[in-house]
């Protein structure tokens, strides 16, 4: 393994890292900036719903960038963007600035995501064996370091630009030093990399689906931990408010956990298998909350779907990798629309279902959901090579030569 191959893993990581800090500060801050900027109750939704629609739009741009443009570029420049975007949130005082700043946000992070998971992707195929958990690990670390620097400009009151300049000073430099060791398949900081088999493979989107259908339900999933969990814990458990913020910090402790490790399991019992296990994990997590008789055993219940719902998407971007491994980037691309699709459902489906039926009952459909997963499992097995009748073969010669070249 080459100290290229090394350095590029390490700043694609950081970026991943950077990435949740970022997302994390704006989506814990949202009542702040509802109070900033005046935002009513029936608009919020709104400036909200915008900036997963956006990102879908950066991500479908991507998919066409790529076709001239290096992904690790791509990446280099969008990152900024979010991270500035980030401080024009905080920093403006009409709602005009605020709409421009979250476009502006919501654009950049459908680049940003669709780049990071393509590099992510390279960089496996490289690598010979799995470390796309890891990526996503790092950007559990980074959403818990984002919260706790939220809840500090919270609790001492803190304007939002305050809280946020800060943090850009510190991570946009960062972000740039390190964008110099950013590894893809055309060549980058790596010199004259060894493409994949079947470039200018054509992407078959039916051949996908499987693998989207996976990725909304992931994040149905997900926005439902992360938009429910407290007022669940709190209206329908009977905790306090103080242990009602107490569940999605755990499912953010124990996100990173499984995704730290699951690059073990991966590599030891394959994809399928740890994607078959992490859904019964979720659904069984669901379960747990749905029925869950107080705060403690709600906590619980809560647990169990980090540790479930983190292996599905990291898992999903690399299958999609090995479906189309001459067509990597337009896949991870496609795929990751599919991440904003559940973010959009998730939320609105699990309120609605609340309020006409009841919230635990609102629980049991994203376990359904999620068991969806089991039918598709075999899609994250790894693929037979068209183009050489083997399998998925390790690519780590040759990518040491060369300095930077992005």
């Known amino acids: 393994m080459t100290d290229v ?31 900033r900027y005046g935002v009513s109750d029936a608009l919020l939704p709104v400036f909200l719903a915008a900036v997963p629609i956006l990102a879908g739009v950066g991500s479908v741009t991507t998919e066409r960038l790529v076709k001239r443009v290096r992904p690790s570029r791509l990446l280099r420049w969008s990152q900024p963007v979010v991270l500035l975007a980030l401080l024009g949130v905080g920093a403006g005082e009409r709602v005009v600035e605020l709409g421009i700043a979250l476009a502006a946000f919501g654009l950049a992070v459908g680049v940003l995501d669709a780049s990071m998971n393509m590099l992510g992707v390279s960089l496996q195929r ?43 000073l510190l991570l946009l430099p960062a972000v740039l030093a390190g964008s110099r060791w950013y590894v ?49 814990l709190q209206d329908v458990l009977g905790s306090s408010e103080q242990m009602a913020t107490v569940p999605y910090n755990v499912y953010m402790v124990t996100t990173l956990l499984g995704r730290t490790i699951g690059d073990l399991g991966v590599r030891r019992f394959g994809a399928v298998a740890v994607v078959r296990g992490g859904a ?15 705060a403690w055993v709600g906590m619980l219940g809560f647990t169990l779907l980090g540790l479930g719902l983190c292996v599905l998407v990291p898992q999903t971007f690399a299958a999609a990798g090995r479906l189309f491994p001459g067509a990597s980037d337009a896949a ?28 635990r009952g609102a629980m049991l459909v994203p376990m ?3 068991l969806v997963t089991l039918v598709y499992a075999r899609s994250f097995a790894a693929q037979p090579d068209r183009y050489g009748g083997g399998h998925e073969r390790p690519r780590t010669a040759d990518v040491g030569r060369g300095s930077n070249g992005l």
């Open 126 to 168: 490289s690598y010979g064996r799995s470390i796309m958990l890891s990526f996503h690990a790092a950007y559990s670390l980074g959403g818990i370091v984002g919260a706790s620097l939220a809840w500090v400009g919270a609790h001492w009151h803190l304007a939002l630009w305050v809280s946020y300049l800060p943090v850009v």
């Open 332 to 359: 991870v691309a496609r795929l990751n629309i599919f991440n904003y699709v559940g973010f959009l459902i998730g939320s609105p489906l699990v309120g609605a279902l609340g309020d006409l039926w009841s919230y």
């Open 280 to 294: 019964l994990v979720a659904a069984g997590g669901f379960a747990v909350v749905a029925a869950a008789p107080g």
């Open 368 to 370: 359904v959901l999620v």
């Open 5 to 35: 191959l090394r350095r590029g893993r390490g700043s694609l990581a950081f970026s991943f890292l950077v990435q949740g800090v970022a997302f994390a500060l704006l989506v814990t801050r949202i009542p702040a900036i509802q109070d």
């Open 184 to 232: 893809d398949d055309r060549g980058g900081s790596a010199g004259e990399v060894e493409k994949p088999a079947g470039e200018g493979q054509v992407l078959v989107f039916k051949w996908l689906l499987p693998l989207c259908l996976v990725m909304t339900v992931a994040y149905i999933g997900d926005s439902t931990v992360s938009n429910w969990s407290a007022k669940y």
